[in-house]
């Protein structure tokens, strides 16, 4: 790949492009870097790159003839030309996805603005692409041209010493990456966490996709959106943020035949002594979801239908009969015909392909 760089400043290239990972890749021959002054493609005796802004206002523009004839210039250097990318706030989010679009192409021409920016016929008939690392303001684009190099030069074939480390770095799966830990095991009282001590690699997959998630949810919930997530894992995020979707899990219900030895115990660990709803019932309210402890009944003989005395999980639904619908072409064993009003919802009770007691209510009444 090579990457032509138009700037007025080429020094400030110096120290990142002759160290680290795109020092390799420039030695190794992955990726050629040239830097290209538009001042040297001017005609007057001071070598003007810029001008006032007609109609007036602060600042000062960089003017088309320069930039033009430095491109022209640079694109003949060499086979076949480069897709010509100008970096302004204005341009498209420089994100993991564009980084690997860019990173394709076998040369790029990057314009880096200055002052109050560039003359628009540089934008509109000169360049094929335009790009921004951020909504902020820098004081030229040579820093962002800097990021943009170093993110597409770790794509290049063999750059990196595995390309693991490419596909699990944050953002290469829409996701933050997982907590990292090395030696020592444990440092000033703090540990590592056991699971990484295992050696059970399906356990050490399974802790990290998981903290990859519940990390991006707290600290960048904008790219859960388009990360590559399971149903699963997309359900037990809306139930850990407590997210309004269609339907979603509200109530987990388990029956004892010594109602108080369970409340006790759920209790304890909860630090909540709960509420007790009636002499069989009671409820510890874990938003979103609520534990119901319920006093099982004698042993009866199995049957099809399912009651309020069963042993269930109950879901919130916008809707129940458009739920129930959806419920019965989905293969449950059994539906219940009708939707009933109880508690001053309306619901239904189903049962699941295995048999297990499923009950689906509206959260507030219609």
């Known amino acids: ?19 680290s990972i795109v020092a390799r890749a420039r030695a190794s021959g992955a ?22 802004a007609y109609g007036g206002g602060p600042g000062m523009v960089m003017k088309p003839e320069p930039l033009f004839d430095c491109v022209d210039a640079v694109q ?40 109050e920016g560039v003359d628009e016929r540089v934008r509109s008939a000169l360049a094929d692409d335009e790009i921004s690392i951020g909504d902020y303001v820098l004081s030229g684009g040579e820093p962002a041209a800097i990021v943009l190099v170093d993110a597409a030069v770790r794509h290049q074939p063999g750059v990196l010493g595995s390309q693991a480390s490419l596909e699990e770095e944050s953002h290469a799966q829409g996701l933050l990456e997982y907590p990292q830990y ?22 050490v997959a399974r802790w990290r996709r998981r903290q990859s998630i519940e990390r991006t949810a707290a600290r960048r919930p904008d790219l859960l959106a388009r990360a590559a997530l399971t149903a699963a894992e997309r359900w037990l995020l809306a139930a850990a943020a407590g ?8 109530e987990v219900t388990v029956t004892t035949p010594d109602l108080e030895r369970s409340v006790m115990f759920y209790a304890a660990i909860l630090g909540d002594a709960g509420d007790r709803l009636s002499a069989d019932r009671h409820e510890f309210r874990l938003q979103p979801l609520v534990l119901a402890i319920i006093r099982s009944k004698p042993e009866r003989p199995p049957a099809v239908e399912a009651d309020a005395d069963d042993e269930r999980m109950t879901f919130a639904v916008d809707d129940a009969r458009a739920a129930q619908v959806r419920v019965r072409a989905a293969g449950a064993l059994w539906v219940e015909r009708r939707v009933h009003r109880r508690a001053g919802a309306r619901s239904f009770f189903a049962r699941d392909p295995d048999g297990n007691v499923l009950c689906f209510a509206e959260e507030e009444p219609p």
């Open 76 to 115: 003949a250097m060499d086979q076949p030309p480069g897709r010509v990318v100008l970096l302004t706030p204005q341009g498209r989010m420089l994100t993991h996805a564009v980084v690997r679009e860019l990173a394709a192409e076998p040369r790029l021409v990057v314009i880096c603005g200055h002052y």
């Open 243 to 250: 997210a309004s979707r269609e339907v979603s899990l509200a």
């Open 1 to 19: 790949m090579r990457i032509d760089i138009v700037t007025l400043f080429p020094e400030m290239f110096a120290g990142p492009f002759d160290a």
């Open 182 to 203: 090395t030696r020592p095991a444990e440092y000033r009282g703090l540990a590592v966490p056991e699971v990484l001590l295992s050696g059970d690699h399906a356990a």
């Open 31 to 52: 990726v050629e870097v040239a830097l290209h002054d538009p001042r040297a493609y001017t005609t007057d005796r001071h070598h003007v790159v810029d001008d006032y």
